[in-house]
Nanobody, 121 residues
Framework: QVQLVESGGGLVQPGGSLRLSCVAS????????MGWYRQVPGKQRELVAT???????NYADSVKGRITISRDNAKNTVYLEMNNLEPEDTAVYYC???????????????WGKGTLVTVNS
């Protein structure tokens, strides 16, 4: 079993900052990439940012320059530093890990349960 647990969401005023964390635990052979996605009611889940094991990052255009993803590979942890937040950033943020649980399985996507970020004055 693989578990991803997010933390750090909450209510913040426009222009404020938040830091999200996500820890992956359980049966993990190798993590290929970790990242963050977000979803608002009635819309599809969308990419926020991802980072590969080699440190290659991918950001949504809407968050470039305001949000930074980082990882601690030794701790199977991914972070999302969010600055200058806008009301449009309000969403449930989901952690994603693309990994092999055991050597003989395919790489699969695992998801956390999500953490709510609300940007509102």
């Amino acid at each position: 079993q693989v578990q991803l647990v997010e933390s750090g969401g909450g209510l913040v005023q426009p222009g404020g900052s938040l830091r999200l964390s996500c820890v992956a635990s359980g049966s993990i052979f190798r993590i290929n990439a970790m990242g963050w996605y977000r979803q608002v009611p009635g819309k599809q889940r969308e990419l926020v940012a991802t980072m590969s094991n080699g440190g290659i990052t991918n950001y949504a255009d809407s968050v470039k320059g305001r949000i930074t993803i980082s990882r601690d590979n030794a701790k199977n942890t991914v972070y999302l530093e969010m600055n200058n937040l806008e009301p449009e950033d309000t969403a449930v943020y989901y952690c994603n890990a693309r990994l092999k649980a055991v050597p003989w399985t395919d790489v699969m996507d695992y998801w956390g349960k999500g953490t709510l970020v609300t940007v509102n004055s």
